[in-house]
């Protein structure tokens, strides 16, 4: 077994196994997802690796393992290569086909390889040519990730009173958060799909749902995070350097929002989607109610990774689904039962990809392809209705046991089904209206005011919450929108909402917003 402390043998596996998940890492280096999950990875392709080189020396002691070690790294970069070579070769969907061009190519690669790595110009150009890689992605990666660092985390303070008095009545605060759920006028517009039967039922259950609703940011992290901190954390002219960066430690590491239901005796609980990596839970909250993964149902970074390889094609990974009453039964499950309950729950759905049949039954594996010709509005219909069921017997489910219980279903933005994502100057009206029009439903305590047209923005959702729990007039803020490319947070822009909805840039990217 001396044979497998060889250097050569050691590089190898060292530099194939470090290469699929580097280039990975420094290709989506904009999510920002730790180095730690990417080297445990990584370790673990390279114990495969070492085990299997280690039956090779115990059952074939006359194989050169260092040719055995070049040729299990030829299969360990074919399979992480796998859906970037093979789209040239095979077309997506023929699954039988591109797993056996696949096979085909790999085994001739094999073949090769073996062929060459006992001799040594093979071995040094190789191991060079995949060092440099590995060494000039990491570098970049850690400039980026430290230029990211670099920048101040923006904050905000709401301007609300000091808690005066734990309030006598403190009922359960659910806040559901339904991913890309646009308005139901907006839905109807562009998918088709009928909503109003579920909202008529939120309204006999004691919602209002305002024909007027509105978010400030079009994308989820920055939404959320300014519905949490009551005001608009990110402004054009700002230091943002990366949307994660900036928007996830008021999301889920400390808000206004987490920090006054504790101030006021509450228990800060949260259901992740499941599905984005940046979603898992934080510092901010005391319970975390995590839906359960396994190796082939995870988040959306393990299945970005499975997809790089043939398991694509073999349909058998798939992301976690969360929906609401799932998530109910987590929360509940988690919780103290004798403490007032603030719980936060982010379902993915009805965001892509699709996860529901027309009949409402789960798809096996959950996907849509997004390319050309591909019915995205279909899809989207479906699993709107699907998800708005699921939340309507999640409700009827919490009002039955909790006739106090104060409940929002909110939307962290609209739909965008042309797919397309023009600078922020060149969106039309009827596509500002889409994204930034969502679902709003809110079931307050009795008496509590909504005629201001302002409680129908999401921003100052729980100012009008903490001002009902504390029997006080709320202290509402005026409704402001921006727009920016994704991965481009230096064209943040705000928009012009002096006529209503969300219009055309009012101030230009560089200058301070108001």
Known sequence: ??????????????LSSLLPFVGFSYRFRHELVGAVVYLHMAAIVAAVQC????????????????????????????????????????????????????????????????????????????????????????????????????ADVPTVDPGLPPVAAVPASRPDVWWFVLDMMGRPDQVQLHTGADLRPFVDDLERHGFVVPDESWVSYPRTVFSLSSTLAMGYPFLPGGDLRNEFAAGTPLLLDANPTMDRFRALGYQVAYAPAGGPHWTHCGAAVDVCAEPPTSPLRGDELQLALTIMSPVAD????????????????????????????????????????????????????????????????????????????????????????????????????????????EPPDQWTAAQLTERFAILDALRLPPGCPLDDPRAAAAVNTFRLVFACLEGRSPDLVDYRAFNWSPREIDTLVELDTSPGPPGPPAVSANEPGR
Not at 65 to 94: N, Q, T
Not at 377 to 403: F, G, K, L, S, W
Not at 414 to 419: E, V
């Open 1 to 14: 077994m001396r044979r497998l402390l060889d250097p050569w043998v050691l590089l190898t596996v060292a």
């Open 51 to 150: 085990a299997a080189l280690a039956v090779v020396a115990w059952r074939r002691p006359s194989v050169d393992l260092v040719r055995a070690a070049f040729v299990s790294a030829a299969v360990v970069l074919s399979v992480a290569s796998f859906d970037a070579w093979m789209d040239l070769l095979a077309p997506r969907g023929a699954a039988v086909l591109r797993l056996g061009v696949w096979a085909a190519a790999t085994s001739l690669a094999i073949w090769g390889v073996w062929r060459l790595a006992d001799r040594p110009w093979f071995r040094w150009g190789t191991s060079i040519f995949i060092g440099v890689l590995v060494i000039t992605q990491a570098v970049s990666l850690g400039a980026y990730r430290m230029w990211v660092a670099g």
């Open 314 to 421: 073999l349909a058998v990974a798939d992301t976690v689904h969360a929906p609401p009453s799932d998530a109910l039964v987590r929360v509940r499950a988690a919780v103290d039962p004798d403490r007032p309950l603030f719980a936060f729950v982010h379902v993915l759905s009805p965001h892509e990809p699709a996860r529901y049949r027309p009949d409402c039954s789960l798809l096996d594996l959950a996907g849509v392809d997004e390319g050309p010709g591909t019915d995205r509005a279909a899809h989207y219909a479906t699993d709107a209705t699907c998800i708005a069921a699921d939340m309507q017997r999640t409700v009827e489910q919490i009002v039955a046991e909790d006739p106090d219980a104060v409940i929002i279903i909110q939307g962290d933005h609209g739909t965008k089904l042309d797919g397309r994502w």
